[in-house]
């Protein structure tokens, strides 16, 4: 294969979160590429990604845009669409929002990594946007209609989908009509480590959306009494520690080398949201601690359920979205506890490692540069 020349699209670079582990990795695998994307905040993501040259979009100068850049959605299709992709060969987009309908050279080929479909304006536009009013609702209703219209409109520019689970890949099905690989995302396995130190506390580990459903897992252990640390920040930070009691503490995120330690010492993590995959998961179980989960989304590729002592699994889930349930499944989780096998959940988290990833990434755009060239 002849050396290519390659782009890296992402929606946003405004924080190291798991799409932008995902775009270290690339990185990594394509250290000449240069990145586009809609904004960039200087120091907010891993020199791994700094270091490449970043073309913004012209949102970049939009006022008061690192507050409030999300605000600026129905503009985002406009400024992906104005990037001038020249000379490229191969074209990586990097999608939870726009970036797939970037628009490339007919030559060029354009893989797309999707993390997902845009949720909100697909089957969370009511966790989103449901509490609009009256006089904002018809408003948000046109422009996430126009929204919908552009999303499967640019599905024809995307030579070949990659999914980062099933669950996504059901998804791409549905919204795009376009079947899609499945390539898990990758996990740097090696950070973590089982510890022989034991904590007292459960892990709540997100941003702070409103399809994360923390809000029932602080409700649950409001009335559990149970200790919880909850790692992460967002737009419904003062409504959730409003309604957490003296049991729960607040971290904010924390420094990723912290991450390890708080992994290895707690008890489990609690997942109450439905994440299309979910790296936290993997990480705690790299770290050789268990998983309590809402038995739905990513999650149920990469736990594997209790069943008894002698097939213990990684993880134990509930069924509901709910104060009562997330309760129920803790309390299970207690009387099981031990048994759990650390080195057999670490096991299992390195079916994800990144070295994984590479491998079968590398594999598809051979694949696929491999087809085009019989086609020429």
């Not at 946003?12 to 582990?21: D, H, P, S, V």
């Not at 690339?26 to 993501?45: K, N, Q, R, W």
């Not at 580990?205 to 029932?216: E, H, L, N, V």
């Amino acid at each position: 294969m002849k050396r290519l020349k390659v782009a890296l699209i992402h929606d946003w670079l405004t924080g190291m979160r798991g799409g932008e582990k995902v775009l270290e990795q690339l990185c990594h695998l394509f250290p000449d590429a240069e990145i586009y994307t809609l904004f960039h905040f200087e120091g907010s993501v891993s020199q791994s990604i700094e270091r490449h040259r970043i073309k913004t979009s012209f949102l970049q100068k939009f006022p008061f845009v690192k507050r409030y850049y999300r605000s600026y959605l129905p503009l985002f299709p406009a400024a992906i669409e104005a990037f001038k992709l020249e000379g490229y060969d191969l074209v990586i987009s990097t999608s939870h929002c726009v970036a797939k309908g970037i628009i490339p050279n007919p030559e060029a080929l354009h893989i797309s990594y999707c993390f997902t479909p845009m949720r909100y304006i697909w089957d969370r536009r009511f966790d989103y946007f449901g509490g609009a009013g009256w006089i904002k609702g018809p408003v948000v209703g046109l422009v996430l209609h126009y929204l919908r219209i552009w999303d499967t409109g640019s599905v024809g520019r995307t030579t070949r989908f990659v999914a980062i689970s099933e669950f996504v890949r059901q998804r791409i099905r549905s919204y795009y009509a376009r079947d899609a690989a499945v390539i898990y995302p990758p996990v740097d396995c090696d950070r973590f480590f089982p510890s022989e130190r034991g904590g007292d506390y459960y892990l709540l580990i997100s941003a702070f959306a409103p399809y994360k459903k923390m809000d029932q897992a602080i409700l649950a252990f409001n009335r559990l009494g149970r200790r919880l640390l909850v790692v992460g920040s967002g737009q419904a930070e003062k409504r959730l520690k409003a309604l957490a009691e003296k049991n729960i503490e607040f971290l904010g995120w924390v420094d990723e080398a912290e991450l390890p330690d708080l992994y290895a010492r707690c008890r489990a993590l609690v997942f109450p949201g439905v994440e299309d995959f979910g790296l936290v998961p993997v990480e705690v179980q790299a770290a050789g601690r268990p998983v309590i989960a809402y038995g739905k989304g990513g999650v149920v590729e990469s736990v594997i359920p209790y069943v008894d002592k002698t097939h213990p699994g990684t993880g134990v889930f509930f069924k509901e979205q709910t104060p009562s349930a997330i309760m129920e499944a803790v309390e299970a989780f207690e009387k099981i506890e031990d048994h759990f096998d650390p080195t057999r959940m670490r096991e299992n988290a390195l079916r994800f490692d990144k070295g994984r990833f590479t491998k079968e990434f590398m594999s598809l755009i051979h694949d696929v540069t491999d087809r085009q060239d019989r086609l020429q």
